[in-house]
């Protein structure tokens, strides 16, 4: 085999996972023509986007610990998401770019800006965020990449190379969990996703739900450093607000008046007779 560029040989890597449970550096070395050096630091930098687990002398697929799907997701805490979602969506002006990534509440935020009807790019790894948003007025952009049939989204090196020809005025992103620490991210292969549009963006934007407050999930993505602006449903408290204020992250807290469904906000309203 010839020599083989970063993205092939990494993307070589997680298939040869698919197939079997475990790979070896001096097995890898050999078969892409790379130095045992290159393949450490490739799978280094697999483990740290969550892709795969890092074991001595090589690496195996990572283990799969229960985490609600996104079917799940979705029919959980609907009220407090929608509220977060109508926030943020707020903020999204005609003409502007952004990146949304995959999630139960990214599904909202492109449920409320194609109520809104806002004219502005858009680039998401989220099938169901592409398919919400194709029909109005925002042009969406749909990453390639290994489909993930639990979270209807695509993840892998095919899809970082693509997030990377792009820079964007902000993105918005959802998290498995929220801490002093930073944003974490349990579902697989997505902390590099979110690691990768926060850096393609002018402005770093996070919807998190009250009830991830202090979680940490399995892959760190970012510190509080990494942020911009949080949108949230109900306002952080003691060591969480202490990091958020000292890394001087503007909060934004959604109305707790119930923000009325998108088929209600849709019906006509009667005349008066």
Do not use: W
Not at 148 to 158: D, L, M, N, R, Y
Not at 211 to 238: C, H, N, Y
């Amino acid at each position: 085999m010839g020599k083989l560029k970063k993205s092939e040989r990494r993307a070589q890597i997680l298939l040869e996972l698919k197939l079997r449970p475990h790979v070896r550096i001096s097995e890898l070395a050999r078969r892409f023509n790379a130095s045992a050096e290159t393949l450490r630091r490739d799978l280094d930098a697999l483990a740290q986007d969550g892709l795969i687990h890092r074991a001595h002398g090589g690496a195996s697929a990572p283990s799969r610990g229960h985490y609600p799907s996104l079917d799940e997701r979705t029919v959980e805490r609907t009220a407090e998401r929608e509220r977060i979602a109508h926030l943020a969506a707020a903020e999204v002006h005609d003409g502007e770019t952004l990146m949304i990534d995959s999630g139960s509440t990214t599904i909202e935020l492109a449920k409320a800006l194609a109520y809104r009807d806002v004219s502005c790019s858009i680039i998401t790894n989220s099938l169901p965020v592409a398919m919400t948003l194709g029909h109005g007025a925002a042009n969406v952009m749909l990453c390639p990449g290994e489909y993930q049939p639990s979270e209807s989204a695509v993840i892998g090196t095919e899809t970082l190379e693509f997030l990377r020809n792009y820079t964007v005025d902000r993105c918005m992103i959802g998290t498995s969990g929220f801490s002093a620490e930073g944003v974490s991210e349990t579902v697989h292969g997505f902390a590099a996703i979110k690691r990768e549009m926060l850096r393609r963006a002018g402005l770093r934007q996070l919807l998190v739900g009250s009830e991830k407050f202090g979680q940490k999930g399995l892959v760190r993505v970012a510190g509080l450093d990494g942020l911009d602006t949080i949108f949230v449903d109900a306002r952080p408290q003691k060591k969480l607000l202490a990091a958020l204020d000292a890394a001087g992250i503007d909060i934004r807290v959604a109305d707790r008046v119930p923000t009325r469904t998108h088929s209600e906000q849709m019906k006509p309203r009667e005349e008066n007779t």
